[in-house]
């Protein structure tokens, strides 16, 4: 590669760290052309992008960036995995695509400033998206809310039912 060449694909690499929200570094050796393939439709699908670089190309990318800690792992064939939106998407690709293929394998990953090992990947796999979080509280929230709306129903119910007694018991009395 000419240097003019290498200059872009460090410059390509530097934009997508600055927007990236997190960072998986993985060895993908092993997979065949057809799980890699669905790996990146996964990808695409989700808004997480997948780059294969030269190790030394990364490093110069990652110079100065809050992601310098992870360039020490950066030996052997190496994917990145760039997080825009969710924490968690990338993540849970890679998880469920390891459970079934053994592959990739991560070597480390990086979010909120911190890098984390591949024993982590499930933890974070296994968590709840924002959009569940938010619903989860939604629904507690609502659920007092439904409780009450419940009882005084029950209320009203019980209320109408006595003034109809009530009519009933004068209409056959008088």
């Known amino acids: 590669m000419l240097r003019p060449e290498k200059e872009k694909v460090v410059s390509q690499l530097r934009d997508r760290l600055d927007q ?28 997480v992008e997948f780059k294969v670089a030269k190790n030394s190309l990364i490093r110069l990318a990652i110079e100065k960036t809050d992601f310098e ?24 690709i890679l998880y469920d695509f390891q459970s079934k293929t053994e592959k990739p394998r991560i070597k480390v ?11 982590e990947l499930k933890r974070l796999a296994l968590l709840p998206s924002r959009e569940d979080l938010f619903g989860q509280i939604l629904a507690s929230l609502n659920s007092p809310m439904t409780n009450l709306v419940g009882i005084l129903q029950g ?20």
Do not use: Q
Not at 36 to 45: G, P
Not at 71 to 88: I, Q
């Open 20 to 47: 990236a929200k997190s960072l998986f570094l993985a060895d993908f050796t092993g997979l065949d052309v057809g799980e890699m393939t669905e790996l990146r439709k996964n990808f695409r699908e989700n808004k």
């Open 109 to 119: 990953f990086w979010m909120e400033g911190k890098l984390f090992g591949e024993e």
């Open 69 to 92: 800690g992870v360039s020490e792992h950066l030996e052997g064939p190496t994917g990145l995995v760039f997080g825009y939106d969710e924490l968690t998407v990338p993540a849970k």
């Open 155 to 174: 209320v009203l119910r019980n209320f109408i039912g006595l003034i109809d007694a009530l009519r009933e018991s004068k209409s056959k009395a008088g």
